[in-house]
């Protein structure tokens, strides 16, 4: 996938991406934000990139034409982990996760490249559904899934790293020519 906003390129990430992929994987706030714990040990970080990099053919960066630096990235999962529930059984679906680097934020960026991603997979692919989810200590991420169009469909308690309580919620926004269409109420499990 390659695709050109007004001021974004979504690419495959390259190798050549560490160093900015470095800078805000290692931002606490970021990975608080993902539910991981803050990456501090350079080869950690080096090593979660390299997993990332190779084993998942779906990971892209978000670059910030004008210069030419990544700024975020967006992994495309085949096997969403809803794909169990009722809502979308049997039917095609991907899942998103994102993050975008804190001096970044609040400009647009992941709703501009998380809009021509979802275009790409409706539209291009003909996927069904896509799925994504986030904390809900995240209300940036919150309100940017509702301003997308995403329907919680279901929340679970988790602890995450440190110890921290949250509620984790699955997203999904079906695609406007699927045969179906959830209209149900968020169940918690």
Same mark, same amino acid.
């Given at each position: ?20 992929? *470095? ?8 990975? #608080?934000? %993902? $539910?991981?714990? +803050?990456?501090?040990?350079? &080869? ?50 991907? *899942? ?8 970044? #934020?609040? %400009? $647009?960026?992941? +709703?501009?490249?998380?809009? &021509? ?50 509620? *984790? ?10 045969? %179906? ?9």
């Amino acid at each position: 996938m390659y695709l050109e906003t007004e001021r974004l390129t979504v690419r495959y990430m390259l190798e050549a991406d560490f160093p900015d992929w *470095a800078a805000y994987a290692m931002d606490p706030e970021s990975c #608080r934000m %993902r $539910g991981t714990t +803050a990456y501090t040990d350079p &080869a950690r970080v080096k090593s979660a990139f390299e997993w990332l990099l190779n084993r998942e053919k779906r990971f892209y960066a978000i670059e910030w034409r004008a210069e030419r630096k990544v700024v975020g990235h967006i992994v495309v999962y085949n096997f969403p982990e809803i794909g169990e529930e009722p809502e979308v059984r049997g039917m095609t679906g991907r *899942a998103l996760s994102f993050c975008v680097s804190g001096p970044y #934020r609040r %400009r $647009g960026v992941a +709703a501009e490249a998380l809009t &021509a991603v979802i275009g790409f997979l409706f539209d291009a692919r003909g996927v069904e559904y896509i799925s994504s989810g986030y904390y809900d200590f995240n209300l940036p991420s919150r309100r940017l899934h509702e301003k997308l169009g995403f329907t919680p469909i279901s929340s679970q308690p988790v602890i995450l790293p440190g110890g921290e309580k949250a509620q *984790a919620v699955t997203t999904v926004l079906f695609n406007p020519h699927a045969p %179906r269409a959830f209209t149900g109420e968020i169940s918690e499990k």
